[in-house]
């Protein structure tokens, strides 16, 4: 059966519309392949209030960056939750994939450039925003950042699962933008 790698970014465990729409596809997929959760915010990868040299120092990964960047390496699909913040990831989203970003094991330097080491056939990205913001524009900094690690790890191809609008519009609306997005999730999940 093959690995879905499903890391969950959000930070609220019971009213996030991000981690309602990550768990219908997830579920959506339960059946076909072997799920392990990841809890970013359970992991102690925070940013630091002050940057320490040795926090980000690539040449010092600890048992614990090792072990998720290899996760992350042999996942077959890999499903990121995270909510849009500031034009982007929330920091300990970012300090997660920072930590992970290994050379050896999500990626190996060659010379002039890099080669990626994951063997996801599938990263999908899935948020909601409360701005009209939609997907892969010059204002949404999370995919642009996604699609660059996607190069960088050797994802063979990044998607999008979003609601766009949420905080902005009637709550009718926003809700039906949300059942949208499900229906949407449940539909791509059936095609991976």
Do not use: C
């Not at 300990?92 to 094991?105: L, P, Q």
């Amino acid at each position: 059966m093959e690995k879905l790698l499903y890391i969950d970014g959000t930070l609220r465990e019971n009213d996030s519309r991000t981690k309602i729409l990550a768990d219908a596809f997830v579920e959506a997929l339960a059946d076909r392949f072997s799920v392990e959760k990841v809890v970013i915010s359970k992991l102690g990868f925070t940013p630091k209030k002050y940057v320490d040299v040795d926090y980000f120092n690539p040449a010092l990964p600890g048992e614990k960056e090792i072990a998720e960047a290899k996760r992350l390496a042999t996942a077959d699909v890999i499903v990121l939750a995270a909510p849009f913040y500031d034009m982007g990831l929330p920091s300990f989203v970012h300090a997660y994939f920072e930590r992970i970003s290994i050379d050896g094991y999500t990626f190996k330097s060659v010379p002039g450039s890099y080669q990626g080491l994951s063997v996801a056939r599938k990263f999908i990205y899935i948020t909601t925003r409360g701005a009209l913001i939609e997907d892969n524009s010059p204002s949404d900094g999370a995919s642009l950042y996604l699609n660059a690690l996607s190069h960088l790890w050797g994802f063979q191809n990044l998607q999008v699962i979003s609601a766009n609008g949420l905080d902005v519009l009637p709550e009718n609306i926003a809700k039906e933008r949300l059942l949208r997005a499900i229906s949407r999730a449940k539909r791509l999940a059936k095609k991976i």
